[in-house]
Structures are given as structure tokens and as C-alpha cells.
């Protein structure tokens, strides 16, 4: 990280979508919460995932984790804290180690009790508009679009589709020219044109966190930036 300003250039970069090397599906426990803020999940590329629901549960994998200086993003866009669960979290981050990247993901409803105690934090806060504190990366996403990506991901769906936005539509190119060839159809034709006198049928809006979705982008350019 060269400087302030270069890092802002960074953040406003669009890079591709991010490959992940793992992605741990939430426990099917009753409590999926508790089971999801005791789990580091896997973003590829050495860049660790954790969820923080509440700072007073997850102290102990708090301490365990962020004292080893490896590249992680701590969501705490939604977490509860009290002034006292803030001052043990503050000592865990004044214990850490290392130059790898630390990413805090924060939102308006992040608490006020946690602002001092990242604001003396050498990490790069990202969060939509109004977030507490400030982000140093504000991501161009409504608060309500934020929580419901936030929500989507305790409800089961993956990091990864979360991450990628993947939009699913039709194809038919030479590769499924050849698989219904293989399938026995060499008579196999694309699908009729649509009729543009009826409607296009409305489609469920892809749901992307574009706040973790910037901090794994991030993560890759100051890698590839260290790299080169």
C-alpha cells in the first residue's frame, strides 16, 4: 500500500469476479446464527470470512484469529456490542500482527460502542452510505439491498453467489452445439427468437453483497499489487 490515494484508486477499481477456493455451507443447526458467527469461512487466496453476530460470543475466535496477521474480513455490519464487549474487541485488534490486509465491513446499524475502537484500528472499513464510522470504502448499495444480501447468506445461500452476482441466461453456442450432437441431436437448432409482441417475463433481481463483494476485490488488487 503505497498511499492513501493509491489505495482509493484501488477501491474504485472493477475487477473480476473472485475465484474461491472454499466456501462452508451454514450449519443446518437450530441456531444458525451462532453456528455461522463461530465459523472462519474460506474466500480463496489466503483471505479469510468472518461473520460476527455478537462481539461478546465471538471473542474467543476473535482472539484466536485476528492476532495472526493473515489477510481477513471481519463483518460487523450487523453485530451487537456493549461498551464492555468494544473494549475487550479493541485489545484483541491491538495485539495483531503482521502487514496482511484486515477488512471491517460496517453498516448504520454497526454500534457506536465499536467506532473509537476502529478508528484507532490500522484496517480499511468498507459499508454502504451513513455507515458507523465512516468507511474509507463507501459501496455505491442501498442499506435495505445490504441487509437483505446480509440476511441471504444466514438463510443459505453461498458466499460465493452472493460475491459473484452469477446471472443465469440462455445459451446456445457451439458448446451445446457439440453436447446435444454427443447426445445423440445433430438435428439441434438454437431456440425460437422471443415474441417481442408479448412481455418478457419479469426476473427476481440478482442479490449481490456488494460490500463484501468490494472487500474480496480489494484483497485481490493489493495482492496483485504486491506481486508485481
Known amino acids: 500500500m503505497k498511499s492513501l490515494s493509491l489505495l482509493a484508486a484501488l477501491c474504485a477499481l472493477t475487477l473480476p469476479a473472485p475465484i474461491f477456493a472454499a466456501d462452508a455451507a451454514p450449519s443446518a443447526s437450530a441456531d444458525t446464527s451462532a453456528a455461522i458467527a463461530s465459523e472462519l469461512h474460506d474466500l480463496g487466496e489466503g483471505l479469510g470470512y468472518l461473520r460476527v453476530h455478537r462481539v461478546a460470543d465471538a471473542q474467543d475466535l476473535l482472539a484466536r484469529t485476528l492476532p495472526r496477521g493473515t489477510a481477513l474480513v471481519v463483518d460487523l455490519r450487523y453485530t451487537t456490542a456493549s461498551d464492555d464487549d468494544a473494549t475487550a474487541f479493541g485489545g484483541v485488534l491491538a495485539r495483531r500482527s503482521g502487514g496482511a490486509p484486515l477488512l471491517v465491513l460496517v453498516s448504520p446499524q454497526t454500534p457506536a460502542a465499536l467506532t473509537p475502537v476502529l478508528l484507532k484500528t490500522p ?12 468507511p474509507t ?6 442499506a435495505d439491498a445490504d441487509r437483505r444480501a446480509y440476511d441471504a447468506f444466514d438463510g ?12 443465469e441466461k440462455e445459451r446456445f453456442d457451439e458448446a451445446s452445439l457439440v453436447k446435444e450432437f454427443e447426445h445423440g441431436n445433430p438435428n439441434a437448432a438454437p431456440p425460437a427468437e422471443p415474441d417481442l409482441a408479448k412481455p418478457a417475463p419479469e426476473k427476481a433481481p440478482v442479490l449481490t453483497d456488494r460490500v463484501l463483494q468490494r472487500a474480496v ?5 493489493l495482492a496483485a499489487l504486491k506481486r508485481s
Open 123 to 134: 484496517a480499511v472499513t468498507l459499508g454502504v452510505a451513513e455507515s458507523l464510522p465512516v
Open 137 to 142: 470504502v463507501v459501496v455505491a448499495q442501498t
Open 156 to 167: 443459505g445461500m453461498t458466499l460465493e453467489a452472493l460475491i459473484t452476482g452469477k446471472i
Open 217 to 221: 476485490h480489494l484483497h485481490r488488487a
